[in-house]
T-cell receptor
Framework: QKEVEQDPGPLSVPEGAIVSLNCTYS??????FMWYRQYSRKGPELLMY??SSGNKEDGRFTAQVDKSSKYISLFIRDSQPSDSATYLC????????????WGLGTSLAVNP | EPEVTQTPSHQVTQMGQEVILRCVPI?????FYWYRQILGQKVEFLVS????????KSEIFDDQFSVERPDGSNFTLKIRSTKLEDSAMYFC??????????????FGPGTRLTVT
């Protein structure tokens, strides 16, 4: 079983739609969960960072973590064409070894 | 806003040659990382560096790889004898260092390494 699984899509939505992206994971030791946005051939840009279970909101973005189900989500409200990118989930354990384990990324296209 | 910078943006090298990829992490950050991403594949962890030593490395990070913090601002990744399969985007990242914070990592724009 892969440590982190993410549907690569592609996902295509009309402008203004609510987008739901998600990842599942197998390692219960993960405590820190991140969502990154990556444009083609660019570096990952940190969007959201969550510790343990719960919700976190930042503008149009909401991140949810359900540790009991080993399932994390990112919601984008009022999606814009500029949101078109690949969205990657990443997670790490607590402690000194903080390497990120990544999902494959979901390709999102928001159509005007 | 502070950011991680990387040079060069693109490096082309011949198989067997040595390459050095350079990074300037965010100035008050104390954890540094290298990751790579082969086209169409997941981002993969290579190595983390803290307090002037490697804190963790992956199976990919074999004897052909080394990291160094030669001064107070730069962080480098050296590949001694490049192979075709080393062709990838290489990303540097940094994070703060506190007991309970600093897990979020900030990435540079990457160096695209092409080995011919």
């Amino acid at each position: 079983q892969k440590e982190v699984e993410q549907d690569p899509g592609p996902l295509s939505v009309p402008e203004g739609a609510i987008v739901s992206l998600n990842c599942t994971y197998s390692n219960s030791a993960f405590q820190y969960f991140m969502w990154y946005r990556q444009y083609s051939r660019k570096g990952p840009e940190l969007l959201m960072y969550t510790y343990s279970s719960g919700n976190k909101e930042d503008g149009r973005f909401t991140a949810q973590v359900d540790k009991s189900s080993k399932y994390i989500s990112l919601f984008i409200r009022d999606s814009q064409p500029s949101d078109s990118a690949t969205y990657l989930c990443a997670m790490s354990r607590a402690g000194n070894n903080r390497k990120l384990i990544w999902g494959l990324g979901t390709s999102l296209a928001v159509n005007p | 806003e502070p950011e991680v910078t990387q040079t060069p943006s693109h490096q082309v090298t011949q198989m067997g040659q040595e390459v050095i990829l350079r990074c300037v992490p965010i100035s008050n950050h104390l954890y540094f990382y290298w990751y790579r991403q082969i086209l169409g594949q997941k981002v993969e962890f290579l190595v983390s560096f803290y307090n002037n030593e490697i804190s963790e490395k992956s199976e990919i990070f074999d004897d052909q790889f080394s990291v160094e913090r030669p001064d107070g601002s730069n962080f480098t990744l050296k590949i001694r004898s490049t192979k075709l399969e080393d062709s990838a985007m290489y990303f540097c990242a940094s994070s703060e260092s506190t007991a309970s914070l600093g897990y979020e990592q900030y990435f540079g724009p990457g160096t695209r390494l092409t080995v011919t």
